[in-house]
């Protein structure tokens, strides 16, 4: 039997680990640069859908739209400015809002959420956090709106931005999450959901924890599960657990997804007592829990969400929301049942027009609860 000396097994495993990071460095400019042209794509793609078809502004603004989205990692900041889409140095949308000179201290109104509140697929002035100061400046109200939607952010993140602008000094009046989507895209991915134990516990072992770290930082672990699902019809869904969950395990996963809801919103309440400001909770309209879909929305639904464990488990967390909603919560799921054409641009994000039904809704409910 020949024994290697430690030094040649030292040597050999750094070698080794060398080998796996110039590995993992080289797939990561890979990735960012597949990752532009995947989103020029899709932005070309949505650019021919019927809310921008013969716009004058629709080129200039989708290829701003590229730009502006452009990973992080490949900008020095994430200031952008443009015809139809600005941000400042921290990524946050331009929101209209009206110019002031002498008139009486306007209140704040702070909106959260992902990429739909963002803004994607809509003009600086056709966001919805855009058409609430519109329309909240028609109706006579003095009001200065702030738009700190993020691309990808769930409850979580917009609650951690939420408590650092608190920190820094922010003083919001009123503050107002829009979320949903997101929220129950993260938990379906997660593995560290227990669905068989009664009631459902969340893991706490080290193999989970150390296999949720590999997922989000591994791209040598992206790239083989990418490979994997190429070859199933359902996609990267088809890859977690979830997708294989009975409809038994489905329903008990959206009842512990809603407890860990019921958690944000019983630390937003602390946070509002603290603060001073009160809140609104919106659950936004996705096509998942449409009852029907215009023609030219049915041809554009992303395989890769096409999953039905998926839209079983959206569906189900949305029935168990409806039975116990949370504190100021509001289900805006069936707005767009009227609607006669397309709004939809994807799975939840929503053409200007769309953007506008969702802020009329939004402004109606606020009147309602603070402008009595």
């Given at each position: 039997m020949i024994f290697k000396s430690p030094k040649k097994i030292v040597f050999g495993l750094c070698l080794i680990f060398l080998m796996i990071a110039a590995l993992e460095t080289g797939l990561r400019v890979a990735n960012w640069s597949l990752k532009w042209f995947q989103l020029k794509d899709i932005v070309d793609e949505r650019s021919h859908l019927q809310p921008y078809k013969d716009k004058e502004w629709t080129k200039?603004?989708?290829d701003e739209l590229v730009e502006a989205l452009d990973p992080p990692e490949m900008?020095?900041?994430?200031?952008?400015?443009g015809k139809y889409v600005n941000m400042d140095a921290h990524g946050y949308r331009k929101t209209w809002n009206p110019e002031r000179s002498g008139q009486k201290t306007p209140k704040t109104i702070y909106v959260f959420g992902g990429s739909t509140i963002w803004g994607d697929g809509a003009r600086d002035n056709y966001t919805i956090p855009s058409y609430l100061s519109k329309k909240l400046l028609s109706e006579?109200?003095?009001?200065?709106?702030?738009?700190y939607g993020k691309t990808s952010f769930a409850t979580r993140h917009e609650l951690d931005l939420l408590m650092r602008l608190l920190k820094d000094g922010h003083k919001p009046d009123y503050v107002v999450f829009y979320d949903g989507f997101n929220d129950v895209l993260n938990a379906y991915q997660m593995e560290s959901f227990n669905v068989n134990s009664s009631p459902p516990v969340v893991k706490t072992s080290q193999w989970a924890s150390f296999k949720n770290?590999?997922?989000e930082n591994s791209m040598v672990y992206t790239v083989i599960t990418s490979a994997l699902a190429s070859f199933d019809s359902e996609g990267i869904m088809a890859t977690y657990?979830?997708?294989?969950?009975?409809d038994e395990q489905l329903g008990a996963f959206a009842k512990l997804f809603v407890e860990y809801y019921g958690n944000f919103v019983e630390s937003l309440d602390h946070l509002s007592h603290e603060f001073g400001f009160q809140y609104l909770l919106f659950w936004q309209p996705v096509i998942?829990?449409?009852t029907g879909l215009v023609a030219e929305e049915k041809e554009i639904i992303d395989q890769s969400f096409n999953n039905k464990a998926f839209g079983k488990f959206y569906r189900a967390v949305h029935a168990v929301l409806q039975k116990n909603p949370p504190r100021h919560f509001f289900n805006l799921s069936d707005i767009l049942q009227e609607r006669k054409e397309m709004v939809y641009t994807d799975w939840c994000h929503l053409s200007e027009e769309g953007n506008e039904i969702v802020a009329r809704r939004i402004v109606k409910i606020f009147r309602k609860e603070f402008l009595k």
């Open positions: 200039v603004y989708f900008r020095s900041s994430e200031e952008f400015h006579g109200y003095n009001f200065v709106v702030h738009n770290l590999v997922q657990p979830s997708s294989r969950y009975s998942f829990t449409e």
